[in-house]
């Protein structure tokens, strides 16, 4: 079973609906989550953290922890087309020995 | 400080020679990774420092892989006996740690390497 599990699409949604993209972790100690943007041939960009249950709201995004279903998601609202990426998820446990671990990500397209 | 900072950018290198790469972090940060991606994939982890103590070494990574952050900040990434399967992007990120919980990770340009 994989640390960090990501569908890895492509999710294709039209323009101005709403993009859900979701995670799944396998080790409970785990309490900081990370949603990053990469698009193609570019480096990993961090849009949202998350460390407590429940919704974390930013612009158009919301982030989703559930640690009981040891499950994170992300929420892109009104989507536009500049939101085709890839989205990983990453998770870390809040300590000083455990590393950053990454999802393999998963793809959005935005249909104009 | 701009960021992190990744040097060179693109590299080539004949199979069998040993390529090194720098990785400047956010000036104030006392952790830096060391992740490989591939296309199609997430990217994976290397190895990382705290300070200047290199923490863990991914299992997956041989023995021609070596990684240094002598001061505590700038870090380097050497490969020796490059392989084409070494081609990829070598990525590094920065973040900070206190009082046992660790902020957000920032991802510098990254270094493409081509293995020929």
């Known amino acids: 079973q994989k640390e960090v599990e990501q569908n890895s699409g492509p999710l294709s949604v039209p323009e101005g609906a709403i993009a859900s993209l979701n995670c799944t972790y396998s080790d409970r100690v785990s309490q900081s989550f990370f949603w990053y943007r990469q698009y193609s041939g570019k480096s990993p960009e961090l849009i949202m953290s998350?460390?407590?249950?429940g919704d974390k709201e930013d612009g158009r995004f919301t982030a989703q922890l559930n640690k009981a279903s040891q499950y994170v998601s992300l929420l892109i609202r009104d989507s536009q087309p500049s939101d085709s990426a890839t989205y990983l998820c990453a998770v870390n446990r809040a300590d000083s020995s455990y590393k950053l671990i990454f999802g393999s990500g998963t793809r959005l397209l935005v249909r104009p | 400080d701009t960021g992190v900072s990744q040097n060179p950018r693109h590299k080539i290198t004949k199979r069998g020679q040993n390529v090194t790469f720098r990785c400047d972090p956010i000036?104030?940060?006392?952790?830096l990774y060391w992740y490989r991606q591939t296309l199609g994939q997430g990217p994976e982890f290397l190895t990382y420092f705290q300070n200047e103590a290199q923490l863990e070494k991914s299992r997956l990574l041989s023995d021609r892989f070596s990684a240094e952050r002598p001061k505590g900040s700038f870090s380097t990434l050497e490969i020796q006996r490059t392989e084409q399967g070494d081609s990829a992007m070598y990525l590094c990120?920065?973040?900070?740690?206190?009082?046992?919980?660790?902020?957000?990770?920032?991802f510098g340009q990254g270094t493409r390497l081509t293995v020929v």
């Open positions: 998350i460390y407590s249950n």
């Open positions: 990120a920065s973040s900070f740690i206190s009082g046992g919980r660790d902020t957000e990770a920032f």
């Open positions: 000036s104030e940060h006392n952790r």
